[in-house]
């Protein structure tokens, strides 16, 4: 379903915490790169450009938008870009 065959996706736990803490097990013994959800500055730029990329592909002006989040830090970001296209379009 995910990754058409490249990915594999393993359910741990019933937190984040446990989650996490056997991706970075998994990781280490597999001698594989961690990319962390959140924490890192790629990510936080990836996450800056979803509301620009939605506005540009868009061809009707946008009512709804859903975000799914798990703690918040992920829609900052998205919201951040949706403040800048907003300064720029202010009739949207």
Known sequence: ???NGFVEIIWVGVSYDEAFHAAICNCR???MLFIYPFDDLKMMEGLGTIGLDIFEEMQVLIDFIFVPTGGGFNVLFFLASFGYVFHFSPLI
Do not use: E, P, V
Request: no cysteine.
């Open 29 to 31: 013994l597999d001698n």
């Open 1 to 3: 379903m995910f990754g």
